[in-house]
C-alpha cells in the first residue's frame, strides 16, 4: 500500500510540474524592430522586392516573414 501511495505521489508530481517547466525560459525582451514595424502604418507590411509598403495580403506573406513581424 505504501508502494501505491509513493508512485501516485511521484505521477501526480510530474504531471504538476510539467506544465510549469514548459512555460518558458524567461526571457522578458522584446522582440527586434522589423522593416513593418518601424516603417509601415496599421495594415500595411513591408515588401522586400519592392522595398516598399505595401497592403497585407496572404499570398505576400511567407509563415516565417509573419512570424518575425510580430
Known amino acids: ?26 526571457d522578458d525582451s522584446p522582440p527586434r524592430p522589423t522593416e513593418t514595424s518601424l516603417k509601415c502604418t496599421d495594415g500595411q507590411v513591408w515588401d522586400a522586392e519592392s522595398e516598399s509598403c505595401v497592403e497585407a495580403q496572404s499570398e505576400l506573406i511567407d509563415d516565417d516573414t509573419r512570424y518575425r513581424a510580430v
Do not use: E, H, Q, T
Open 1 to 26: 500500500m505504501f508502494m501505491r501511495s509513493m508512485v501516485f505521489c511521484a505521477l501526480v508530481s510530474i504531471g504538476v510540474a510539467g506544465p510549469a517547466l514548459a512555460v518558458g525560459g524567461g
